[in-house]
């Protein structure tokens, strides 16, 4: 009886120290409940820095506030700069080697925002009595880097940095990447090239999901041309239907053919058209001039082109380029895309980790993670590297909504959740 009694003991004791983080992982949570202010007070330090992607100085001014806090970690950090005429930041690289035999892991942030330095969004704010924070890039990625930060923190207290293997890069313009990308993302793509994994910090949609595959993105130019003619002759043979009326044509069979085409969107972000058109790419802006009398001359569209695989890209570019190719009479379209981003295609190995990753917010008694739809997110950086490493998963900063909006807000109590998850993870797998 005594022997029986004595093994229900160690049952019971054993599934409650399976429920548990071990006791090194203890104490990574405990200290990152104890840093939980110290994180916040630099989240609002860097939201209060306009790093909008054409605001290089703020840029590169958040990116010099993370610096020495990754070299007191025994980071070796640099800056990669762009050339001078991308007129965009760098990437700020940290470096840290540990024992050769461990694994090495790429973490990836970025340091812009989508908010210039004009926007009216511009400071860091507590709402709904302190539980929530709103900020230009308080998610995106802002809360990502102090997520990362302070997940390295808590694993250099307790020992476990020092024989890891990690790399961070801190991307300067994720928002609206230079291109070309072969260019702007080609120290990213070099150390994922030395990485075993790629784990990505931008923001999670819900406490349950993290991503494991994203879709791919292009851009397209739509340029129509018309007869610059009086408004009265419109529609006559010698006029014909002007270039807004053919932009329209063009638009409307791209919504009909393609709106349906699960995993597929066609956007037209911008347009502009009349006598003159004319847009300037880098800032998003475009001029038009004419009169209510003039038939258009000129119409220009950009839009993006979002898709779930190559072959997918390739048969709407197509599609795109035979509609474009039947204008209306004494009218002219031209249709030009380029590649952005690739596909972050979902893989056995992503969902491997993921399932690693689950099981650590299940011992830290959280939810079962799952993964996100690809249709419910746009591009991140970690899509350039995917291919490179042997798995990645995004999504591991904290979570909140309205990103990208004068809205955004994070939920201040997601930061210790996704910390502790980060630190975590990365103790067990990167020895």
């Given at each position: ?10 049952l ?56 020495p ?47 210039p ?17 709103k ?129 597929l ?60 190719s ?6 002219s379209?031209?249709?030009n ?55 990645s ?10 990103a ?28």
């Amino acid at each position: 009886m005594k022997k029986w009694f004595s093994l229900l003991i160690w049952l019971l004791l054993s599934k409650e120290a399976l429920a548990k983080p071990a006791l090194d992982e203890q104490s990574i949570v405990s200290y990152v409940d104890s840093h939980h202010a110290a994180q916040i007070d630099l989240l609002k330090k860097l939201v209060n820095i306009n790093s909008g992607t054409d605001n290089v100085e703020g840029v590169v001014e958040v990116g010099n506030l993370i610096k020495p806090e990754l070299e007191a970690l025994g980071f070796d950090t640099r800056w990669h700069d762009l050339p001078a005429e991308m007129k965009h930041a760098g990437s700020l690289v940290a470096v840290h080697n540990g024992a050769k035999s461990a694994k090495r892991l790429l973490l990836i942030g970025h340091l812009d925002t989508v908010f210039p330095k004009a926007s009216a969004f511009q400071t860091f704010t507590y709402v709904n009595d302190g539980k929530r924070a709103k900020g230009p890039g308080v998610i995106d990625d802002k809360g990502g880097i102090v997520t990362l930060l302070y997940a390295l923190q808590a694993l250099k207290q307790n020992g476990s940095l020092d024989t890891m293997n990690i790399t961070v890069v801190l991307i300067g313009d994720e928002e609206l990447a230079a291109k070309p990308t072969s260019v702007s993302r080609a120290v990213l793509i070099s150390e994922a090239k030395k990485s075993d994994i790629a784990l990505g910090f931008e923001f999670a949609l819900s406490p349950n999901q993290l991503i494991t595959e994203r879709r791919g993105l292009s851009e397209w130019f739509l340029t129509s041309t018309g007869v610059d003619k009086h408004s009265a002759t419109l529609f006559e043979p010698e006029t014909g239907f002007g270039a807004i009326y053919e932009s329209a044509r063009v638009l409307d069979e791209m919504r009909s053919k393609l709106s349906n085409e699960q995993g597929l969107t066609l956007n037209p972000g911008l347009i502009v058209g009349g006598s003159t058109a004319v847009e300037d790419v880098a800032s998003g802006q475009g001029k038009a001039s004419g009169r209510k009398t003039t038939v258009a001359r000129v119409a220009s569209v950009h839009g993006d082109l979002r898709f779930s695989n190559e072959d997918q890209k390739n048969a709407a570019q197509a599609q795109l380029r035979e509609i474009a190719s039947r204008p209306l009479p004494q009218t002219s379209s031209t249709l030009n895309m380029n590649d952005i981003m690739p596909v972050m295609a979902d893989r056995e190995s992503n969902r491997k980790l993921l399932q690693a990753y689950s099981q650590v917010s299940v011992d830290l008694e959280g939810p079962v993670l799952v993964s996100a739809s690809s249709a419910e997110r746009g591009g991140a950086d970690i899509s350039y590297v995917n291919k490179y490493v042997t798995a990645s998963l995004d999504g591991l900063g904290a979570w909140g909504e309205a990103a990208h909006s004068e809205n955004e807000s994070i939920d201040l109590d997601s930061l210790p959740v996704v910390t502790k998850r980060a630190a975590i993870f990365m103790s067990r797998y990167g020895k």
